[in-house]
């Protein structure tokens, strides 16, 4: 049998690999969160081509990225004490999405930034487009839709029993004209192959009629006399909207719309060039700063009574990219803009470099 004096020896000796086990586990095994921090600041010089072109012009224009990562213990509470960290459960980051049907979202919504960009950049440079439709995009499935587990979220639905349409009004209409219970095929796209499905029609809570039982929206694709390709990567959201506008336009026009400065920014864009509201602005001028950008474009968005009932404390993204940009004390100019015009206004008072 040990004495007393070799447990205490035998309690020592082991105590650092412990204490090293125990380090590996806070550091390495992940938690059910993830943590959001400043991202990356990316040229769009090496996005963007027009006509078979890059841009070769003075200066850059950036997007900016809020980085995503899985916590472990260390990581969480390294961020509940840093400014531009913070902790957010899988709920708070993809609502009842799984991280699979995440990742098709945000890549839908980085397709539509770059439609609405290219359509922007377009109209300001008048240059004739259109267009097409590529199916009915869907966003979310009914948990009674019998097509539930079949067709997933991100997917893009493009015929019914062999009949094809030319928006997603069209293809709801005529749904709506068949039976409940009627079994019919649907034809889409998953992850760039085509398939197909057989299910029953559901009846739809809003108006009776008969329905697949999906959220969906148009997707669409832009074709223009000049040809534009925008190529993010695996870069989803829609924030990066109005740099790409911003950029597309100046491969467009090649006349150095930005006098040699390296410009940052965010927002979304819309057709009608609104730019809109975005999250995690604090960690893009973190991420800006940091890259040596001298100039940051934020969204002048609106603030309505709901929202501010909602949130007494909320502020526009221009006020949040502003107190981010003291915090950190840079010399980075915050901009404020509305829409795709103010920063072509902004661009225009700048001193060539």
């Not at 020896?9 to 590996?24: A, C, G, R, Y």
């Not at 260390?74 to 709920?91: C, I, N």
């Not at 299910?199 to 669409?220: F, Q, Y």
Request: hydrophobic share 35%.
């Amino acid at each position: 049998m040990k004495n007393e004096h070799e447990e205490k020896l035998s309690i020592k000796s082991t105590l650092p690999f412990i204490i090293v086990i125990v380090l590996i586990i806070i550091m390495i095994f992940p938690i059910p969160f993830y943590i959001e921090g400043p991202g990356t600041t990316e040229n769009l010089k090496d996005f963007v081509t027009v006509n078979n072109k890059k841009d070769t012009e003075p200066g850059a224009f950036y997007l900016t990225t809020v980085g995503v990562r899985k916590a472990t213990v260390g990581s969480a509470l390294k961020a509940k004490f840093s400014t531009f960290e913070e902790l957010v459960s899988k709920e708070e980051l993809m609502g009842s999405s799984t991280s699979s049907e995440y990742d098709r979202i945000q890549q839908y919504y980085m397709n539509s930034s770059k439609n609405a960009a290219i359509e922007q950049a377009l109209k300001l440079a008048d240059v004739p487009y259109k267009m097409n439709f590529k199916g009915v995009y869907v966003l979310a499935i009914e948990d009674n839709s019998s097509f539930k587990g079949k067709i997933s979220v991100g997917d893009t639905v493009t015929g019914i029993d062999g009949h094809t349409f030319k928006s997603s009004e069209e293809f709801v209409d005529y749904v709506k004209k068949q039976k409940i219970g009627q079994k019919v095929t649907v034809s889409y796209l998953q992850d760039g192959k085509a398939k197909k499905a057989e299910g029953k029609l559901i009846e739809l809570p809003t108006d009776k009629k008969a329905g697949i039982g999906i959220g969906l929206t148009d997707h669409t694709e832009i074709e223009s006399t000049v040809p534009v390709e925008i190529d993010a990567g695996d870069i989803g959201g829609p924030s990066a909207g109005l740099m790409f506008t911003l950029e597309t336009y100046e491969q467009l026009i090649q006349k150095g719309i930005r006098k040699g400065h390296k410009i940052a920014g965010t927002g979304t864009i819309n057709t009608q060039g609104v730019v809109g509201r975005i999250g995690g602005i604090d960690k893009k001028v973190v991420t800006a700063s940091n890259n040596g950008t001298e100039i940051f474009f934020a969204p002048d968005d609106e603030i309505t009574k709901e929202m501010k009932k909602a949130e007494p404390e909320i502020k526009t993204n221009y006020e949040e990219a502003k107190a981010a940009a003291e915090k950190i004390g840079t010399k980075m100019k915050i901009v404020p803009v509305k829409n795709v015009q103010d920063a072509l206004n902004y661009l225009e008072t700048l001193n060539e470099k």
